[in-house]
């Protein structure tokens, strides 16, 4: 915290902090995997620089350099000496200062927390709903930050989702084009091409969804960024959610709708398949995208 290792039970901030009342913060998630006795960081670089650019988005001040933000992660992960896949979690965030909506007014404040976490969705295949709310248009909020009042409309496609006894949201753009998931990007495949909406479909440009178009594409697939309709949905031979918790995720129903035969998709357990085996640093040609926590 603040450049501090704090243990977990001492990581505490005044309840003035300008951030929790008006969620003005940017953050990142970043996967690290245990394989054989060492931890792998994937695609750590790219995590911070988006982290740098969300601040700069938003004007948070951050007094960090990418190094440093590096630097810091690993230190941390090191000094837990964590034998498990591992979350990070870091966050630049607005102080203390409940009086001002100029975030120029505000101490700026940044923080790494780091735990375990193995998978994030226990099944493997999720039923979701096209939700009612609409992905927040960059007219109004930028969705290309990774910045924490966005995610309030996340989390109201979310609950509503599990509501009406969906696993997951999916939300439509301003225009009705598919968009993504509350905290996922998401793939479709139809006659062997993927399609993945494009980033002025109002999402965030995902980490997981560059490193699946570029494994699709070595794989021999086409991969098109397209604005997608909501009815391509209900005639997909495949669909997938793609994000850093939930790595690749099958869909296998949309509205009420099987997507293809109603069970994960050849495609989708290529991919999914081969991006275990990335991120464990068992493929030579990707391993310049890890970064070892304990053998460097
Ligand atoms: N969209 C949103 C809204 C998200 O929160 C996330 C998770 N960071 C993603 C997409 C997927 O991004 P990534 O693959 O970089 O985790």
């Known amino acids: 915290m603040d450049g501090e290792l704090v243990p977990w039970d001492q990581a505490k901030i005044h309840i003035s902090t300008n951030a929790l009342h008006y969620g003005s913060a940017v953050f990142e998630g970043i996967r690290g995997y245990y394989h054989e006795g060492e931890i792998y960081v994937f695609k750590l670089r790219e995590h911070i620089r988006r982290l740098i650019d969300s601040a700069r988005i938003v004007m948070?001040?951050?007094?960090?350099?990418?190094?440093?933000?590096?630097?810091?992660?690993?230190?941390?992960?090191?000094?837990?000496?964590?034998?498990?896949?591992?979350?990070?979690?870091?966050?630049i965030y607005a102080g203390e200062n409940v009086m001002t909506l100029d975030i120029a007014e505000v101490p700026v404040r940044a923080a790494i927390l780091t735990f375990p976490l193995d998978k994030f969705f226990k099944k493997f295949g999720l039923r979701v709903g096209v939700s009612s709310w609409r992905r927040l248009p960059d007219t109004s909020m930028p969705p290309r930050a990774k910045a924490a009042a966005n995610y309030l409309n996340s989390m109201l496609a979310t609950r509503e989702a599990r509501m009406a006894g969906f696993d997951e949201a999916i939300l439509l753009d301003q225009s009705g084009f598919v968009s993504e998931g509350p905290g996922e990007n998401i793939f479709l495949v139809k006659d062997g091409v993927l399609s993945t909406p494009p980033a002025s479909s109002a999402i965030l440009e995902g980490i997981t969804r560059g490193t699946v178009m570029t494994l699709a594409r070595d794989l021999g697939y086409q991969v098109v960024e397209r604005q997608i309709s909501r009815v391509e949905l209900y005639t997909a031979d495949e669909l997938f959610f793609t994000g850093t918790a939930v790595e690749i995720q099958p869909i296998i129903e949309v509205d009420g709708r099987a997507v293809g035969d109603g069970q994960p998709g050849p495609v989708t357990?290529?991919?999914?398949?081969?991006?275990?085996?990335?991120?464990?640093?068992?493929?030579?040609?990707?391993?310049?995208?890890?970064?070892?926590?304990?053998?460097?």
Do not use: C, F, K, M
């Open 269 to 296: 357990r290529r991919i999914y398949d081969l991006y275990q085996r990335v991120v464990r640093g068992q493929e030579h040609r990707y391993r310049s995208w890890l970064t070892p926590v304990y053998g460097r």
């Open 60 to 91: 948070l001040r951050n007094r960090y350099t990418e190094r440093e933000l590096v630097d810091a992660t690993i230190l941390t992960l090191r000094e837990n000496r964590y034998s498990t896949n591992v979350y990070i979690r870091p966050i």
